[in-house]
Every structure is written in C-alpha cells, then in structure tokens.
C-alpha cells in the first residue's frame, strides 16, 4: 500500500467534500455574488479550479487533452475553450458567463475521476519526470501534484470565504 498516494488521495477527496458541501445550498444569486467589483464569484472560481485540475492532471501529467474539450464541456461556452482563468482581464471578469452548478460540478467529477485514476497508477519513477508547465518550463511531477494540492487549497479558501461573507458561519 502507498500511503502517500492515500495521503494525496485523502486530502483532494476531503477538499473535493468541502468544496460541494459549501456550494450545495447556495443560491444562483450567491454563487455570483462578488465580495468586490475586483473580485471573482464562486461560479468562476469553481469553473478555474476543474481546470486548473484538468490541465494538470490530463495535460501537463498524463499527455491528453482536458477533458473540458474531448467531452465538449467548452461547446457550452466556446469563447472559455482555451481559458483556464488565469489573467483576464476586468472585462472578462465582468462579462464571465453564468454557468449552472450542478453542470459545472458534473464536469468536475469527470475531472476528478481522472485525478483518481491517475493517483492509482502514478508511479514514483513518473513523478520524478520532468514535465513541460507552462512554455519550456519544465518541472517534476512531485511539483505538479504538489502544485495542485495548493492551487484548489487555495481556491477553496476563497470560496469558504465568500460563502461565509454571504451567510454568516455555519450557514
């Protein structure tokens, strides 16, 4: 048994039952409620994180394509099919489309069944590999995994956050 895949494993399934537990009884109102205009809404950052995920995870570590686009999720929203919502601009922000959460949490559990099938037979050879991230920029898997620990951490954070601006604790 590999404890640290578990450990891995462990922590995105905890992350991933704190994620839906957050958004399940918010309104469609809420999930696009922006603490700021500056800010991003839950919605947008739900739709970066399954990305953000995708892109590590099918992309950079397994050599696909995201799953956003072999199961044509972006037929939804064509102008997104590139994006991963890094760098947009305040107009982008503005003009981010409304997306359905249970559409957008179904695209995610595709995504996450990926995550799970690739923790199940990534080797330790695998993640000392050196992958391409981002342009010529090449990094170890172990940074990859580690990096997408981070980056929906993170991301849950801020949408525990605005959840908690909205409805107050425990709500």
Known sequence: MDYFKLAIKSGLDEYYE?????????????????????SNNI????????????????????????????DKYYEHFPDLKNKRGFGFSQEELDE????????????????????NNLLEKITAKDLSLKY???KNNKVTGYYIVGRLVTELSQ?????????????????
């Not at 704190?18 to 205009?37: A, G, N, Q, Y």
């Not at 179904?106 to 990926?114: E, Q």
């Open 132 to 134: 391409t991230f981002r």
């Open 43 to 70: 919605t947008f950052l739900v739709w970066h994180m399954g990305l953000v995920e995708d892109w590590l995870v099918n992309v950079v570590l397994s050599d696909n394509e995201k799953i956003w686009i072999t």
């Open 155 to 171: 991301h849950l954070g801020q949408i525990s956050y605005i959840r908690g601006m909205i409805r107050g604790l425990n709500k």
């Open 18 to 38: 704190i994620l839906k537990r957050d958004l399940d009884t918010l309104t469609p109102e809420e999930l696009i409620w922006k603490p700021k205009m500056h």
């Open 96 to 115: 981010f489309p409304d997306m359905n959460i249970e559409w957008l949490i179904n695209y995610y559990d595709a995504v996450r069944d990926s995550t």
